[in-house]
Structures are given as C-alpha cells and as structure tokens.
C-alpha cells in the first residue's frame, strides 16, 4: 500500500472534485457542488444558454437571489431605477425559464447571495461552490473550497456544473493568542490585508488557523474569509470543526438523520494533514491586535485606530507612496491627524461582510441606551430576511431606531453604490463593508472599513471610534 502524501485542505477538497486531471499546461475539470446566482453576473450567461440551445444541466444545484441592486425600503413599489429594474425582471424571467429556484425581493428567504447560502445550509465543508461575485470567498469559512467567477464561466457551470481550473497555491495563514475585549474577526482581517497587501495573496488559497481562528464563531469565520479577496487571494478556507458542525446542524438544507452522521464523518476528515507543505506562510499574534480601521482607498490601507493618518513622505516603496498621496487627497485627510478626529456624516452596517446577526447584536449592544449623533445618519441593513426577522425578533430593531438609526430590508444596500443607498459627493461614512475604493458607496464618496463595534460607536460619536471612547451612560445596563 503507498502512504498518500500529506495534504492541505484546499489539496483535499480539489483532489476530491477532480473529474479530468489536466495534462501540462491544461487545465483541471472541477465539478462544482453549488453554485449561486445573482442579478448582475448571470444574464449574459442565461443568454449564451440560450443561444445554444441549452438548459442549466443542475438547476438542484443553482440557487438565485436578488442582492445588489434592491432598495432597501419601498420594496413592495416597482423598483424605481430602471437599469436595476430591468436586471432584476431579467433574473426572475431567466430563473422561471430555466428551471432555477429564485428567492426575490420580499420573499423570507432573500438576502445577500453570500448570507443566504450558509443560512440556509447550502454551503457544506468539503463543497466546491462558485459565483459569479468575488465574495463568494465568504463559504470558505466552511471548509468549502468557494470562488468567485466571471459572466462566461457562469455559463460554464450552468451548462455543465463543471469549470476547468489551474491549481491555486496554497498560503497558510496563522492566527494564534487571544483576541481582546473589542477586537473582533473584521479587525483581524484587517490587519492581514495590511500586513500581506492588496496583491499579496493573489494566485493562492488562504488557510486560516489557529487557536485564534479555532476560537470564533462561523459568522466571524465568514467575515474572515469574505475579505480574502481583499488581499487579492482567490479562496480563503477555515477546516470545519464543531463550531462548524454545531452551525449546521438542523438548517434546511443540512443532511438530516443517518445521512448526518455520515457527513459528519466524511468532514472530520476535512483537515490540513500533519506534515503538508503550504507554497507560503504567514503568522499573526491575535493578543497584540486593537480595534482596525481604514484611511485610504484599498482595503490594505488601514491602520491601528489609536494611531494617526500616515505621513506619505514617510513611505520609503514608491508606489505604495504615490498610492497613499493619492488615497489622501481623495479621502481629504492629513498626514499626522488622529484617526479617532476623522467625523463621518453616515455609518453603514450591512455587507456580507458584517449584515449577519452576530454583528446586529453586537452594534445594537453598543447602542443600547444611546443616541446616534447629531448630524450622522445611521443605516442598519441586514444581510438577509432572515436577519431581520431574528433581529426583530430579539428587539433589536427597537434599539437601532430608538437610537436614531434606519432599519431597512435586506440586500447589498450602501455595500456599492448599485441601489439607492449611496453616499454623496464628498461624504464621508464608516462602513462594515469589504471595499473603500474610490466611489464605491457612491461618486465622490469616502469610506472608513471598520467592525460593528467601531461604526456604532462611531455613530454615537460622531468620529471614528471603538466603544471603550463612550462614556459609561446612566441606566445602560
Ligand atoms: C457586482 C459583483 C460582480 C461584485 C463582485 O464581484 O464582488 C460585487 O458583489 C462587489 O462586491 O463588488
Ligand atoms: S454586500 Fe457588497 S461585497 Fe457583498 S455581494 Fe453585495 S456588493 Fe458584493
């Protein structure tokens, strides 16, 4: 018998999807175990099915939403937009025709694409699974190998629940030590993306472990692995454990009875092997991290929020200089500014980087007994219906609104500026979202990244803050 080789996750979960090896330079043939559809990735690939004649081979195995492109209140009015509009009828006529279920606008079930998956056990450790969005990343923190793809390998999959792929290189990323109180899975992601830069995980796969990973909870998991493309990498992953199985466990697609067992089995194994070599490594103490925010316009320029606006004279790489200039003069700050002095007119919380209920909790937990300050507007979006239903159904709503704040529906909301939910030219926001890129919440827009943490208490004081800056008020309890 010959010993197999010791292999990372990201190797196990490829080997086992492999339907054709490719020789030399080709390409491997993947199959795909899910794959998620949203309004604007999907409609030229329906019409390529189309044109030839074909149907979507797995619609079992396809499931839409309507995510970018809903407002966020009026939702029972047309959709005034006439683009978005269009997009969305696009979607639930292409759906219908094809066969593929589809949760619109209204329906219990819809929400970002990347927070109903999970929600609704879709996403499986050990699945392949892809969407025409780069966030599909976010699935990784399963245990699933989860990617983003373009409009033209959408319709691949459609049309043969199959993609051809090169293997990725793997990073393992290591985060050991114990988070403080405040600090939080976005913080951490935060901090790796400014550690290892925008462009410093491209080509691979990113394995997040440690005692400090191992320690949170599935949706901070899915905060961690939504961002790796943030850092450029195509996949992040986190090895299923009993956090994983525990979240599973019961949910509407999760296997049920004997079948359970079985899986459960089968995702035990799902684990780095002792002795496996990742292409690159990275390691990360969790105890030294504090509250992270961004000051510039890529999601890697971001800094400790007790430190000051850096000093772009002080960058010794060229181009990292002329990115930071530049990145200051959009944001309209200056070098040696105290972050926790830069005033936001809007706090976004929402994304599917931070629209689950862990974070509603932990903003509403801020906000509690609180005003949203003077001036700041205060939007809270969750990922899902569901969100909002459990949200509600904790009184959460009450808190966000006796705060100040707008409770809203589900969607992608001020996460790009596809939808009504946008900044103005010129305002400033902090927002729980995965992109600060020029114009992104809006044209002329400038965006903070920032935990839940940070934006409610921001939104109570007005500048960038984390809640250890509120002052204790009477009758919080
Ligand atoms: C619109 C979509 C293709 C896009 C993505 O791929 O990520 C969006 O979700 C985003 O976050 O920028
Ligand atoms: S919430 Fe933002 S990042 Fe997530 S899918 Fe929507 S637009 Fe993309």
Known sequence: MTATRPRTLAEKVWDAHTVRRGEGAEPDLLYIDLHLVHEVTSPQAFDGLRLAGRKVRRPDLTIATEDHNVPTEGIELPIADPVSRTQVETLRRNCKEFGVRLHPMGDAEQGIVHVIGPQLGLTQPGMTVVCGDSHTSTHGAFGAMAFGIGTSEVEHVLATQTLPLRPFKTMAIT???????????????????????????????????????????????????????????????????ETTFAYLK???????GADWDAALAEWRELRT?????????????ASELTPFVTWGTNPGQGLPLAETVPDPARIADENQRVAAEKALSY???RPGMPLREIAVDTVFLGSCTNGRI???????????????ASGVRMLVVPGSMRVRQAA???????????????????????????????????ERSASTSNRNFEGRQGKGGRTHLV?????????????LSSPEDLPVEAGRS
Request: net charge negative; charged share 25%; glycine share 12%.
């Open 273 to 285: 092997d002792p002795g496996a070599e990742f292409d690159a490594e990275v390691h990360l103490d």
């Open 175 to 241: 985060v050991d030590g114990e988070l403080r109180p405040g600090v939080t899975a976005k913080d951490i992601i935060l901090a790796v993306i400014a550690k290892i830069g925008t462009g410093g995980g491209q080509g691979y796969v990113l394995e997040y472990r440690g005692s400090a990973i191992e320690a949170l909870s599935m949706e901070a998991r899915m905060t961690i692995c939504n961002m790796s493309i943030e850092a450029g990498a195509r996949a992040g992953m986190v090895a299923p454990d």
């Open 331 to 333: 944001m309209d700050l």
């Open 392 to 426: 509600e159904a904790e009184g959460l709503d009450k808190v966000f609104l006796a705060a100040g704040a707008e409770w809203r529906q589900a969607g992608c909301s001020m996460c790009l500026g596809m939808n009504p939910d946008q900044l103005s030219p010129g």
């Open 451 to 463: 935990s839940p943490l940070v934006a409610a208490a921001t939104a109570v004081r007005g500048t």
């Open 358 to 372: 862990e974070d509603l909790r932990a903003a509403a937990d801020v906000l509690r007994g609180r005003k949203v």
């Open 250 to 256: 019961g949910r509407p697609h999760a296997p049920k």
